[in-house]
């Protein structure tokens, strides 16, 4: 019977050992991501297929649930700008080998998500993609165009020639967002 009772009590405490190691551990999984980065890329278009860029100003408002990064700067007044940062809105297409965008050209207000562009320059560019917006949004949101083709102002300017241009080009932008 002592054996019985030993053999038991043996058998409750393995029991207990191997229960204990069960449950509650949480799964330990990584977390599913909360966003995602959609890219938003402006191409310019015009009628007449020989038009070149001289510079751009672009002003674009971006959806309510999304956002960029950006870093503090002073502008050439000395102010203190939210920048967003030369990874997440760079130039591209036809302006990628341009010189970058600096405080004094772009700006972001996160209160109204509206960034502003002005990008003058003295080199021509060909018509076709000209700027890149890397854009933090929820992992559920479906990027549109439309959220955002209602949602800016463009206007071009042809190459300063030293006698005429830097005068407003007929050009348009769409915006494509995925």
């Known amino acids: 019977m ?10 409750v405490i393995i029991m ?29 278009q015009s009628t007449n297929s020989g ?13 309510s649930i999304s956002a960029i990064q950006t870093e503090i700067k002073l502008d050439s007044e000395g102010a203190a700008v939210a920048v967003p940062l030369s990874s997440i809105v760079f130039l591209s297409g036809k302006f990628q080998n341009a010189a970058i965008l600096t ?11 509206e960034l502003k562009i002005n990008y003058p320059t003295t080199n ?15 992992s559920s949101y479906v990027p549109n165009p439309a959220d955002i083709n209602s949602n800016f102002e463009y206007e071009a ?11 407003p080009l007929e050009a348009t932008a769409t915006a494509s967002f995925n």
């Open 2 to 11: 002592r054996f019985l009772k030993c053999y038991a009590v043996l058998l």
């Open 157 to 167: 300017f042809a190459p300063f020639d030293g006698i005429s241009g830097g005068n």
């Open 124 to 138: 021509s560019y060909e018509l076709g993609e000209f700027i890149t917006i890397l854009v933090t949004v929820p």
């Open 51 to 63: 038009d070149l860029i001289g510079g751009f100003n672009l002003t674009v408002t971006l959806p």
């Open 103 to 113: 405080a004094n050209t772009v700006a972001y207000n996160s209160i109204t998500r």
């Open 16 to 44: 207990a050992q191997t229960i204990a190691g069960c449950g509650g551990g949480g799964g330990g999984g990584t977390p599913l991501p909360t966003t995602k980065t959609a890219t938003l890329k402006f191409s310019s």
